[in-house]
């Protein structure tokens, strides 16, 4: 993509649409210095938005947050319209209307006979083809995806989408227009769920998929995914947030508009949530009950265990090397053994108890089978065993009480909670990241976008601790390979089948972000 300039600060800029998403980017365009035109087809729609950003920026300069001068300037930019014809004299239209593409296609075939001929139109929509929404235009070329994330004010990502037709000046213009404003730009290609709501899919699903298999309850798989795993807020407290409706919607539409591919394939508890009118929040229960007297759900967190005595490092651990450093900071510095050919992952030995395992992808049940022993506790992944403060465990169907108390103890002596999940393979920690670093590469792959555009579109669009190519190759990506390829054994489903990228890369001995 060339190098563009970004519109002047002379150049108008009409926003079509005065709810949450409109009104964000209408402020964030005046605060640039644009005079902004605000148009809804709603009864004073435009007028109370336009106020309601007024208080928006004196509340931002009462807490220093901006000038006081600035903000007054910032609101006397913004005009409510009443016509689309108001808006002849816009360089950039973004509309932020109803999530139809019937909708939009005709409010786009309106404004072509309205505005320039150079005018950009953008729009927000966070999952509508660009190439559907230009076809049979005039000047297709124009139209461009501009996809801000709520609230636009504070989030900072922007993607910047094109269609088939999209002209590179246009979408070029666009990205460098969103950098000037003070966000952080990514060009993604149209294909269904751009960056974000593609690559995000398996943090949802693969929490719904441990959930469906009774592999532990929201909260405390919610507290894995922060504790361990350093996200910001577990799958199903999200979704809660967002809106399980919504969320299904976002599922179905990436699932149907990829052909029912069934990587993206929705979850039937989800699906029966909404269907009794359980969308979270909003609605006061989703995964969890929000009424008026509903406690918070507590983690389930294993009770103390004694400390092990002992503790022996079989080979070199692949994932949780830094396990090693807090037993040792605790008391228990392990000795060193021979590698076992049984745990290519390594191991600790625990007691002459229990065999610890980094997980794999596997089952403890099916470890334990194949190494021939029986006293197998596997443990997840961490986004940094250094300071996590907690990590979720599983115990073969075959490992005693007793060795799966030494497993325990020994974790918890690093200060360190606990919380077991059934033998459910993957775990939920390990088995995300895995997916969602497949996902990710494939859009590498399809050429959708960069692969730094995909790391920085997941961090700063929904908050992830890293971006999942940089964690896949953090991880390494053979062992990314094998969690897949024993997920895909165990399940037997084409969903968890391999990224053409991962194996090349496994073949080249190349990173992701290469």
């Known amino acids: 993509m060339g190098v563009a300039n970004a519109l002047p600060l002379a150049a108008e800029v009409a926003v079509i649409g005065a709810g ?9 365009a005046a605060m640039a210095g644009h005079r902004v035109c605000l148009f809804d087809t709603g009864m004073g729609a435009a007028d109370r938005a336009k106020a309601k950003i007024g208080e928006t920026l004196d509340m931002l300069a009462s807490k220093g947050k901006i000038d006081a001068d600035q903000a007054k300037a910032a609101a006397s930019r913004i005009v409510a319209v009443h016509a689309l014809g108001d808006l002849v004299s816009a360089k950039l239209v973004v509309e932020a209307v109803v999530e139809d593409l019937a909708v939009k296609r005709n409010l786009f075939r309106e404004l072509e006979v309205v505005v320039t001929p150079d005018t950009i139109l953008a729009t927000n929509t966070s999952s509508f083809s660009i190439t559907a929404l230009a076809a049979g235009m005039q000047h297709p070329g124009r139209v461009v995806g501009m996809h801000f ?30 950098l000037a404003w003070g966000k952080l730009p990514v060009h993604a290609r149209s294909t269904p769920g751009f960056i974000v709501n593609r690559c995000a899919r398996p943090f949802y699903a693969e929490a719904l998929r441990v959930l469906g298999e009774q592999g532990a309850d929201p909260a405390t798989l919610d507290a894995l995914m922060r504790d361990a795993g350093g996200f910001r807020m577990g799958p199903f407290e999200l979704m809660d947030l967002i809106g399980l409706d919504i969320n299904l919607a976002v599922t179905r539409s990436v699932w149907e508009a990829f052909f029912y591919d069934s990587r993206f394939t929705p979850s039937v508890a989800q699906h029966e949530l909404v269907t009794a009118g359980y969308f979270g929040r909003k609605s006061g229960r989703g995964f969890f009950d929000y009424g008026p ?14 400390p092990p005595g002992k503790v022996a490092r079989v080979g070199e651990l692949r994932m949780g090397a830094e396990l090693v450093a807090r037993l040792a900071n605790s008391g228990l510095a392990p000795d060193v053994a021979i590698a076992d050919p049984r745990f290519p992952q390594g191991a600790l030995r625990i007691d002459n108890k229990a065999w610890l395992v980094p997980g794999d992808g596997r089952t403890a049940t099916a470890i334990a089978a194949n190494g021939g022993v029986r006293d197998v506790v596997i443990y997840d992944l961490a986004f940094d065993f250094a300071k996590c403060s907690r990590v979720g465990v599983a115990r073969a169907d075959t490992c005693s009480d007793a060795a799966f108390a030494a497993a325990v103890g020994a974790l918890q002596a690093c200060g360190i909670a606990v919380s077991r999940i059934d033998d459910v393979a993957g775990m939920i920690v390990l088995r995300t990241v ?18 730094a555009d ?12 890293s971006g999942p190519l940089a964690w896949g190759d953090v991880l390494g990506v053979v062992y990314v390979r094998d969690t897949l390829a024993n997920l895909a054994a165990h399940y037997g489903e084409d969903r968890y089948r391999l990224s053409p990228l991962i194996a090349r890369r496994c073949a080249s001995g190349d990173k992701l972000r290469t």
């Open 434 to 451: 895995a997916m969602l670093s497949n996902e990710a590469a494939d859009a590498v792959a399809q050429g959708v976008a960069s692969a």
């Open 20 to 28: 949450a998403m409109g009104a964000g980017i209408a402020q964030i």
């Open 149 to 178: 994330f709520n609230p636009a004010p504070l989030m900072p990502l922007v993607e910047v989408v094109s269609g088939l037709a999209t002209d590179c000046e246009t979408a070029g213009v666009v990205h460098a227009t969103a």
């Open 293 to 306: 007297d509903a406690l918070k759900t507590a983690p389930a967190s294993e009770s103390p265990q004694s």
């Open 454 to 465: 995909v790391d920085l579109a997941m961090q700063k669009g929904v908050n992830y601790p």
